[in-house]
């Protein structure tokens, strides 16, 4: 069956031409939102090491008290 391009309608790619519905986005905005998502997560992750975290009191166990 060479020679006849038919339409996109029966086709299960056809959401790979314009006539689809939805957002449009190229594949390089998408690479460059999937970079700035990465990024900010690394960026995040690098912050709360540098801040440290807030250090919790230990938790004094009851049963050494001695008071049983």
């Known amino acids: 069956m060479q020679g006849g ?3 996109a309608q029966g086709n299960s790619l056809s959401f ?4 689809a519905d939805g ?4 594949p390089y905005t998408v690479m460059v939102i999937c ?3 990465i990024g900010a997560v690394v960026l995040l ?3 709360s090491k540098a801040k440290g975290g807030v250090a919790k009191a230990p938790v ?4 050494e008290d001695g008071d049983m």
Not at 23 to 26: A, F, Q, T, V
Not at 60 to 63: F, G, I, R
Request: charged residues 25%.
């Open 16 to 19: 790979f031409t314009e006539e």
């Open 45 to 47: 992750h690098i912050l």
């Open 23 to 26: 957002l449009k986005l190229s």
């Open 5 to 7: 391009r038919g339409t």
């Open 35 to 37: 970079l700035m998502y």
């Open 60 to 63: 004094a166990d009851p049963a």
